[in-house]
């Protein structure tokens, strides 16, 4: 069997909680959306944000295979609470805004997807706008268009930047940025892929409904700063060997929906399949003499960064 180690502070505090010396944390409600393209023919690495043809990039997650599936990736900085160092997918927690019934919206209602990730209506309208939202956040990209049919084209612009950054220290309200834009969601660009509770043993914990998402024609991601100091496109595959190889670190719902996607071809084969949604959570085992966290067994050992 495989672990995700729990070592010294980390260590005592699982053997705290699952000795009931210490309460487990609450979680928050959170939303992530895995950002797929196309991947460039013609060879060379995963480039970095700003799309085909970018230069910089993130050592270790790229590789040298080209076409199939990319996703877009943010390397934390290694400061943050959370996930520090890790390469994760843009998203966050659900702010109380994202619930306004105000968002304009266009595709599968709150009451559907509510249905889809066993939520109520007021938390799925909020998971959505939060999928969004910190999308655009995080990557610069934006699931709206002026109308239920179109996408904005180029989100690029200083006024676009300056509605971004109200957006991340909440001085404007995912409602009002949209109406303020003439803009309506597009829920029908998400698709759900996942449900990740982060373990007991954890001193941050997120309930997170997991999204996918193609990157609009005409939009490019760009390095927005911010909790990330590093961002990439990479391929599933060539971003796990980074993780086996000890080049990036990955967190286990980061590690385990890359190794899905290495089974489709096309962004179009990943929006089209239909999956089940069931909630996972991985726990606590002991694994050649240390604790671990765990699931399905599938976990390679990965030391933290």
């Not at 390469?87 to 019934?101: E, L, T």
């Not at 889809?116 to 909020?126: I, Q, S, T, Y």
């Given at each position: 069997m495989g672990g995700f180690p729990l070592s010294g502070a980390d260590g005592e505090r699982a053997r705290d909680i699952l000795a009931g010396r210490a309460r487990p944390a609450p979680t928050r409600d959170a939303a992530t959306v895995?950002?797929?393209?196309?991947?460039?023919?013609?060879?060379?690495?995963?480039?970095?944000?700003?799309?085909?043809g970018g230069t910089g990039g993130t050592e270790g997650a790229g590789g040298p295979e080209s076409g199939g599936v990319e996703v877009y990736l943010l390397r934390r900085k290694a400061a943050m609470a959370?996930?520090?160092?890790?390469?994760?997918?843009?998203?966050?927690?659900?702010?109380?805004?994202?619930?306004?019934?105000?968002?304009a919206w266009a595709g599968p209602s709150p009451a559907e997807w509510g249905e889809?990730?066993?939520?109520?209506?007021?938390?799925?309208?909020?998971l959505v706008c939060a999928a969004v939202r910190e999308t655009f956040e995080e990557s610069g990209v934006l699931l709206a268009g002026s109308s239920a049919t179109?996408?904005?084209?180029?989100?690029?612009?200083?006024?676009?930047?300056?509605?971004?950054?109200?957006?991340?220290?909440?001085?404007?309200?995912?409602?009002?940025?949209?109406?303020?834009?003439?803009?309506?969601?597009?829920?029908?660009?998400l698709r759900p892929?996942?449900?990740?509770?982060?373990?007991?043993?954890?001193?941050?914990?997120?309930d997170t409904r997991f999204f996918v998402a193609a990157l609009p024609a005409g939009q490019r991601t760009r390095d927005v700063g911010g909790e990330a100091d590093q961002?990439?496109?990479?391929?599933?595959?060539?971003?796990?060997?980074?993780?086996?190889?000890?080049r990036i670190f990955l967190m286990p719902p980061t590690y385990r929906?890359?190794?899905?996607?290495?089974?489709?071809?096309?962004?179009?084969?990943?929006?089209?399949?239909?999956?089940?949604?069931v909630t996972l959570m991985p726990e606590v085992a002991e694994v050649d003499g240390e604790l671990c966290l765990v699931l399905d067994g599938e976990y390679f050992r990965q030391g933290r960064p």
């Open positions: 895995v950002l797929l393209r196309e991947g460039a023919e013609g060879g060379g690495t995963a480039g970095s944000a700003g799309g085909p959370f996930a520090a160092g890790a390469y994760v997918f843009p998203g966050g927690s659900v702010d109380p805004r994202d619930a306004d019934h105000a968002v889809v990730f066993g939520a109520d209506e007021k938390l799925a309208r909020g179109s996408v904005v084209a180029d989100t690029t612009g200083d006024d676009w930047e300056a509605d971004r950054l109200a957006l991340i220290d909440r001085s404007l309200s995912f409602a009002d940025f949209l109406a303020g834009r003439g803009l309506v969601l597009r829920s029908d660009l892929w996942a449900h990740w509770i982060t373990p007991v043993v954890e001193p941050r914990r997120f961002v990439t496109w990479a391929r599933p595959a060539d971003a796990l060997a980074g993780a086996r190889d000890g929906t890359l190794g899905e996607l290495t089974g489709y071809a096309t962004v179009a084969d990943v929006l089209t399949v239909r999956r089940e949604i």
